[in-house]
């Protein structure tokens, strides 16, 4: 089925005349109705010459008759390739000419000959002489000519890039798209192929089942390092989630729908388990991830120049293209082995830029990085921990962090935000993926400790052993022969180039990130000392204070490892009423505090939580003196300063707003009210709220606000499928506590002095407001 076009060509200010038109549209009428002509090469060939002069075909029409009477299964095909390269030069300068005008869309920029092409019948007839050798009855199936394949390709790919609709169509053909897949086994093939499949997953509508691929495993070990680096950027698109990188921004109503509606594992879910099921693909994969990469002096200069590097044919397949002549060139020269050896003695690849290498394997690192990262939020986390724990992954990344992965060249590129699908540098889309997988690994897990080495494990002990507290269960667990190597772990790597990034570089909303996941979970004071003792809270508070930084996003992320750094080490606070030791320093970290409190809810939870411990500690000298002395504690320690925050943090957010990022806000604000409960002072926090709502002139409008939000609370947490480990695990406030104090805030109207509808007045009344589940 040729693409649905109109009856006229995209290009701009054409116009057929009448006699051309009535070809066109007798062609395009039968292809909609299927009566008539089944492709419009069937017209009489004088004909279409005749026409083909006033029309601008350039003789394509007649071309692809020619090219549909040479190409029935039994022919040599020797006259069938001659034509294909004709329709090729017509086709591919227009590809060119597309991807090097900035990527304009198809609406501002479309070209006749590949329209013409395909309105004749062309992309079917190339996807019809591909597939032909599938429908042979013979045992030994024909086999089609490796050149005419690859020319078969190039040609649907030009298409593609030029004429709108075309990659749509092939996309909704299963059997074509699944009969490439088997395309891949030829190396010969294997470059076009690829490309032909990424564009068309791209637009695909309903992601494709993994375990429809013929011999998806047999595939996947036949490939050399090379083409599984390049398989993954394929992989990518069948493992994710839809929308993956705006997860946070989309409402827990609408999420909770969704998970109703689809209770059973999702496509992406179930491509995960068939990729881990592949003997060896994690294993290969932590070997490309940690693969050396000699560096030339030059290639650091190269990776700058690509700051541009979208403006012209995407670059991976530009040196896919240098790769691949290496790697033909080889095999002319009959060298032994067709892996990775081959690439690397390949007389061609000698020649090639030392940089040009280094980018290239950066750019399909970024792809192996980014199917790793995927893995590692799915269903099966725990064995992908599992493997890449024994593959060493850890260590090999730590290896190549100097010369490699953060090798410091300061810049003036404008890095992009918190979007990992940015159209960034190679060195650039590396760098957030290597931070990316990071974060993912160390998040709530026992593996954190791989990102340090035996010495820093041994500091560690040190700590809790002098803090006179047990290890940790997960630090005594850690095998030390799966940790770095070398003089330094991962984790201090990373926290030496966090120092010295520039003050508006996005790369620190990634690192901080990185470093807040490892102390996420149970609270340690032996994690937090580790980094503390690296200067971390000071450079934490001179971003947030004297830096000047204005990103909201690299703020945020500063507020949550601040928070993570502190919570109830006492040490940190003194450390931080230290540096921050005058009242200009201190109204700036408050201003910072107050301009954004979505943005920094969860340092305002952090401090009131060690507010409550440190208060229970009263026989403590330390904090004692660290409690009379720190301006911040003393600032929270005021009632009415908590009750302005839990004003706010329950009149900023509603269950239609609800989002992953500012659910946080409604969790700091029972806190707040836990923590009053436990001190019998609920009602008077309650009482407040009334007052507030009176002296703002909104009755009834805050609590009943508050009360909406904490039944769809209950509705969430208390979900069987729902993990509430990490609300426990962050405030050391059992969970049911938690249920408790939601329960007792929700009772009926009554003699409750703790319930929400005691204190709002019967006409403000509206506690029976259905929740938008669906």
């Given at each position: 089925m040729a693409t649905q076009l109109g009856s006229e060509s995209p290009c701009k200010g054409a116009r057929r005349k009448s006699r051309n038109g009535n070809i066109i549209t007798n062609v395009r009428q039968s292809q909609i109705t299927g009566r008539g002509f089944s492709r419009g090469t069937q017209l009489p060939e004088t004909l279409l010459q005749e026409r083909d002069k006033q029309a601008k075909w350039h003789g394509i029409p007649v071309l692809l008759q020619h090219l549909y009477e040479s190409?029935?299964?039994?022919?040599?095909?020797?006259?069938?390739?001659?034509?294909?390269?004709?329709?090729?030069?017509?086709?591919?300068?227009?590809?060119?000419?597309?991807?090097?005008?900035?990527?304009?869309?198809v609406q501002e920029s479309s070209f006749p000959n590949t329209y013409t092409f395909d309105l004749f019948g062309g992309v079917d007839l190339l996807v019809e002489i591909l597939m032909r050798p599938t429908l042979s009855t013979l045992k030994k199936k024909p086999k089609m000519n490796d050149d005419l394949v690859k020319d078969c390709l190039s040609v649907l790919y030009n298409c593609c890039i030029c004429t709108e609709g075309v990659t749509k169509s092939l996309a909704a053909r299963d059997d074509f798209v699944l009969f490439l897949f088997t395309l891949m086994t030829n190396r010969k093939t294997f470059l076009q192929t690829a490309t032909l499949i990424e564009d068309i997953l791209g637009v695909k509508k309903e992601m494709i089942q993994l375990e429809d691929i013929p011999n998806l495993c047999g595939l996947v070990q036949s490939f050399d390092q090379q083409q599984l680096a390049n398989f993954c950027r394929i992989l990518s698109v069948t493992i994710s989630e839809p929308d993956l990188g705006n997860d946070d921004k989309h409402t827990l109503l609408a999420k909770n729908a969704q998970q109703k509606r689809n209770s059973s594992p999702s496509r992406a879910e179930m491509n995960q388990v068939t990729l881990l099921n592949i003997p060896g693909f994690i294993e290969r994969l932590c070997k490309l991830a940690t693969r050396k990469v000699s560096e030339a002096p030059g290639a650091s200069s190269f990776l700058q120049e690509l700051e541009d590097w979208y403006s012209w044919l995407d670059n991976v397949v530009v040196l896919d293209a240098f790769m691949l002549m290496a790697t033909d060139e080889a095999e002319l020269s009959s060298t032994e082995s067709s892996d990775e050896g081959s690439l690397a003695t390949s007389p061609l690849r000698h020649r090639l830029p030392q940089s040009m290498k280094?980018?290239?394997?950066?750019?399909?690192?970024?792809?192996?990085?980014?199917?790793?990262?995927?893995?590692?939020?799915?269903?099966?986390?725990?064995?992908?921990?599992?493997?890449?724990?024994?593959?060493?992954?850890?260590?090999?990344?730590?290896?190549?962090?100097?010369?490699?992965?953060?090798?410091?060249?300061?810049?003036?590129?404008v890095v992009h935000g918190q979007n990992e699908n940015c159209d960034c540098s190679p060195e650039i889309s590396f760098k957030i993926q290597f931070l990316r997988l990071l974060q993912s690994f160390s998040d709530h897990h026992e593996n954190k400790y791989l990102l340090l080495n035996s010495q820093e494990l041994n500091e560690l002990s040190a700590i809790s052993l002098k803090a006179n507290i047990p290890e940790v269960e997960a630090l005594v667990n850690t095998d030390r022969s799966l940790v770095c190597d070398g003089k330094k772990g991962l984790l201090t790597r990373l926290l030496t180039v966090m120092k010295r990034e520039p003050p508006d570089s996005s790369f620190r909303f990634w690192q901080a990130r990185a470093v807040e996941s490892f102390l996420r979970g149970a609270t340690s004071y032996a994690d937090q000392m580790f980094l503390l003792r690296r200067g971390l809270l000071e450079h934490i508070l001179f971003c947030i204070i004297d830096s000047g930084c204005k990103s909201r996003d690299v703020l945020q992320s500063y507020f949550d490892l601040l928070g993570e750094l502190m919570k109830f080490n006492i040490d940190a606070f003194k450390r931080f009423n230290n540096y921050v030791n005058t009242e200009e320093k201190f109204q700036m970290f408050l201003t910072q505090i107050n301009s954004s409190l979505v943005d920094s809810n969860m340092l305002v939870r952090c401090i009131v939580l060690s507010l409550d411990r440190f208060e229970s500690q009263t026989g403590d000298v330390k904090v004692v003196e660290v409690l009379s002395e720190c301006a911040l504690l003393s600032y929270m320690a005021r009632v009415e300063n908590r009750l302005s925050f839990l004003f706010r943090l329950v009149n900023i957010i509603n269950v239609q707003t609800l989002t992953q990022e500012n659910v946080s806000c409604l969790n700091t604000s029972l806190v707040i009210l836990m923590l009053a409960r436990r001190r019998a002072k609920l009602p008077f926090y309650l009482s407040a709220l009334r007052e507030k709502e009176y002296a703002e002139k909104y009755p009834g409008c805050l609590l009943n606000n508050f009360h909406h939000l904490l039944r769809f609370w209950q509705h969430h947490y208390l979900n069987k499928d729902k993990d509430s480990t990490c609300l426990e695990n962050s405030s050391c406030i059992p969970f049911s506590f938690w249920k408790e104090t939601v329960s007792v805030l929700l009772e009926q109207v009554g003699t409750s002095p703790c319930a929400i509808a005691s204190y709002i007045d019967e006409p403000y009344m509206d506690l029976e407001q259905e929740l938008l589940e669906d």
């Open positions: 190409s029935h299964l039994n022919s040599d095909f020797t006259h069938t390739r001659t034509v294909l390269k004709e329709l090729s030069s017509l086709l591919s300068m227009e590809a060119m000419s597309f991807v090097t005008e900035d990527r304009k869309t280094t980018v290239h394997e950066i750019m399909y690192k970024v792809e192996v990085l980014y199917v790793l990262c995927v893995l590692l939020m799915g269903r099966q986390r725990n064995m992908v921990h599992k493997m890449l724990a024994e593959f060493r992954l850890i260590p090999g990344l730590n290896n190549l962090f100097d010369k490699l992965i953060w090798k410091y060249t300061p810049t003036n590129h």
